[in-house]
């Protein structure tokens, strides 16, 4: 089947029919929709419209659409249904990581309200333990729906018990081998179940080799860990090597996904994610921050040049070279920040220590400055400036340079240490920074030559 | 199994014993070694190490090291094979996606001799066919190992298939059914095939709810499409909707992350991706270009301050505010530009046409504009600069605010609309062209208010 194309016109036409309750063509479309885009579609109806649309769904595929919701369309939908509703129609049904995700958006005090609602109690125990994970972690990350077999089993009864599971667990991939006390000993795949016969011991098809990450790791380790090894599942365990969960690749793609977006806005400078389709308000608001972090530090330069008034009275040339100044010292900033940022992040700074990483980013700059000098002072030489001038700005933008490297090279470092998210030292923090430097290192160059 | 941790002290001891030939003492620790970790390892071996190593391997380890190794140490490694050794040893045994990758760092001709080497005629010309289609498409992307069944088996011949080819496919999710024409009508999943009879048909069992892509689709669209309907394969087809291949997560995991990297690296102004542990000269290579342009830029500025020479000696205040208004212009642009780029690369813009966009865009950014001009108004006023001063420059912010919005969001909307990559736009390239602007148009606006 081909998806529909979600065009204006087709959400247009879909929401008339809506409004005019034409359940008989809705039916059809619906069926043929695939649940996130008839999530997509919600982002569009008001209340009213997105329960009557519900009240046309399965209750399988109702549960799927609510998982594929942005955050804040689902609290707004929510609004719609009683708590009851909520607990018997949506959660009890949902995988537990999604169960997980949905109440997490709401308040604490009513999100334990809907659990105490499950009617099955080993469900509502292990939603209110999954609750207290941080959301980035592989507890936050992981789900309760997987297929388990004893070692001491055959392939009969492994067979029976995806069987009985199969209810609740909607797609198998692995199935893990447990011993009594739920320690995670292997695993064993479904392809060799059923290519094996049926009173064949699972002990001698399980395969011990097995990755598993304990549920305190960061979600950035369960990613990278699923991402190195081309993971579909990985389980997750407790310090006793009990078996809690397991995170799924799809949940994993998302949060790489997101990772990399906050990474990019905050490197452009927005302070919280948003997407093109926000709010003029809401685009506003996340951007101005980091404009008036800017605008503080173009005041801060202000005075700085203020102090050089006389200076740049006498040698009014300095003024002309203060942009290339700024802009080279803002960019190579960018450039250190960021290559150590996305290093820090991908896990690939093998482990030289601090003044190894210092030292090989300098000369980095060394090379890039000297080049970028040598351009400079031969523009000087054919440009008709002042050879003082021209020898001055060289200079100038050389230590600039340099200086700029350690200032983009040591900030995210630093950062990293004190557990800051050294995505915070890119962007127009590490460029104003910098501009002020930067630009304080020229004016006491120009002094001290002029 | 957990997994080693690869540190110093680990890779030192393993080479160590690499020299001495250890083989007694090598072949149970790279028994646990995972892949992923050899691939790592070999980084950091000479050519001698490395093929030593690899003969220690059994054959399916040794291809899985092949398909995890970096491009450029497996075209090192390759030196130390004949082509028939390259062709029967690796190529042969690797699923096609892998070869193909393998295949295609290395020269053109090269790799068609190693193609024509393969005993399987069929393998050579999937393979040949393959090479054809470039990287980032889904051709690039896809392999041909998948279980597929004819619609009019039932499950007892399913099972035999899949035993069948048990032995090429190493990960079997889904089984795709297909009618005598290979034209793919839908799939049916390995738990419905345990829990079903032997005797059922496979038309009753199968569901023809199936998501799949054309073989030209581009890496973009294959990736939205797999995180969006969260699947683990795709099938791939041509356009009489023949079954081609698929498309497996862990690749399009890797394409979504590699995607991520180099528009991240574009913003900040590194011109190919490069990692930390690169060498000096390789990282100050990617770095240069963007620093020449930069470069540029500041010349390029050097001369419009010189138009305004004698404005600026006779209002030396004006010097003062240079930086606020180039690193507004600069903020600006890169927000609207990276906004603009990520919603083109997300696919979350909506059909609301250009006019639309920039409408909003520079609602955004008049919003932004006035609070910060009143901000620097304020400032103005206790700080003691000269009113006349305060104005033009407040004046001058609003107007080169609203001049960057502009092209930070129409650039990258024209180079999309040229099929050029619209990250290009972001980073050094949107903040030099802003600089220049901002700068003549305050110079321009200070001598007419002055």
Redesign the interface.
Known sequence: ?E?FEL??EFIEEFVLQIDLQKEDELRPVLARL?P?DIAEIFDDLNLEQAVYVTSLLDSDKKIEVLAELEPEVRVKFFKGFSKEQIALEFIQHMDSDDAVDVLSVLDTGLASEIISLLPDKPTSLYLTRLLRYPDDTAGGLMGGELIKVNINWNVKEC?DE??KQ?EEVS???TVYVVDDSDILLGWV???K???AKANTPISEIFD????FANVNSSGEEIANK???????ALPIVDSLKRLLGRVT??D???F??EE??K???M????SQS????DR??V??KA??P???I??F???M??IV??QF?TE??DN?QL??????????A???G??S????V??LA?N????DGLWG?LG?EL??AL??GL??SA??MA?GLISGNSNDIMTTVSIALLSVILLAAVVGTVVPLLLDRFKIDPALA???FI??SN?LLG?FLYFVIGNLLL
């Open positions: 089947m998806t065009n204006k695939y996130a067979t995806i069987r199969a797609r198998v991939y795949s479904l392809k179940i059923i290519l011990s080799n097995i990755l699923m991402k190195k090894y081309d993971l579909i690749i799809d994993v793609v998302d790489i996904k990399a977006d990474d990019y806005q490197l452009s400078g927005i948003v997407e093109l389709k003029v308000w685009l506003s951007r101005l980091w404009l008036i800017g605008l530090g173009g005041v330069s202000s040049i203020g008034k740049l009275q009014v003024a002309l070279f203060m942009p290339l100044i700024m802009a080279m803002g960019n190579i960018v450039q920040s960021s290559i150590m996305q290093g991908n690939t700074i093998k482990s990483k090989k000369m980095v090379i890039n080049v970028c351009l400079l523009y890119t962007g127009p460029t104003t501009d630009l």
